[in-house]
């Protein structure tokens, strides 16, 4: 079946802009998280959702990134006025739900490169 | 909070041989799980294999197998008959058990080259 997709695989883009960066989870998944990866580090957790519901908001780094989550499926990060060290791999994960039995299936990821 | 270590950015293994990859971990919760992920140049993190704290047995997966030591707080994975195909960025990530702290914590990973 179709696992976790991403878009845009790429990004490139002017400092101060805004970006939108797609998730789309495996059907039937109830949790869905977002993580960052730059480069040399670890993954950095974000947010996570169950359902459209986001309990934790306290990983994003600062008021300019959010995310919501709708119709219980797609997710949308938004990084509004980017600056250069948001360039990182954003990396978005769905499960069935929460619980940490199960496994959380990995997107591709989108590369976001702010100039 | 918890931290996860990996200290070593770069390992190297010839094909067929046998390679273990370090993971230190801080946590003060006596229930938790650890994993390892790969994540190959495709940038898609795959799980490796996964280890509950309350289990005392190590966990394999084919040429995949851990040295889960709690009281040392370390989590090894060992590779073995190591192929081209397992090169690949290593990460070890822990995860609470509480509820509200679902997140994976992972460590700054371990890049794993095969020489053929």
């Known amino acids: 079946g179709a696992g976790v997709s991403q878009s845009p695989s790429n990004k490139v883009t002017e400092k101060g802009k805004d970006v939108e960066l797609r998730c789309d989870p495996i059907s039937g998944h109830t949790a869905l998280y977002w993580y960052r990866q730059s480069l040399g580090q670890g993954l950095e957790f974000l947010i996570y959702f169950q359902g459209n519901s986001a309990p934790d908001k306290s990983g994003l780094p600062s008021d300019r990134f959010s995310a919501e989550r709708t119709g219980g499926s797609v997710s949308t990060l938004t990084i509004q006025r980017t600056q250069q060290e948001d360039s990182a791999v954003y990396l978005c994960a769905s499960s069935l739900a929460l619980q940490v039995i199960y496994e959380q299936y990995f997107g591709p990821g989108t590369r976001l490169t702010v100039t | 909070a918890q931290t996860v270590t990996q200290s070593q950015p770069e390992m190297s293994v010839q094909e067929a041989e046998t390679v273990t990859l370090s993971c230190t971990y801080d946590?003060?919760?006596?229930?938790?799980?650890l994993f390892w992920y790969k994540q190959p140049p495709s940038r898609q993190m795959i799980l490796v294999i996964r280890?509950?704290?309350?289990?005392?047995q190590n966990a394999t997966e084919n040429r995949f197998s851990v040295n889960f030591q709690k009281a040392a707080k370390s989590f090894s994975l060992k590779i073995s008959d190591s192929q081209l195909g397992d090169a690949a960025m290593y990460f070890c990530a822990y995860r609470s058990l509480d509820f509200g702290n679902e997140k994976l914590t992972f460590g700054t990973g371990t890049r794993l080259t095969i020489i053929p």
């Open positions: 280890q509950e704290a309350y289990k005392q």
């Open positions: 946590t003060s919760e006596s229930d938790y799980y």
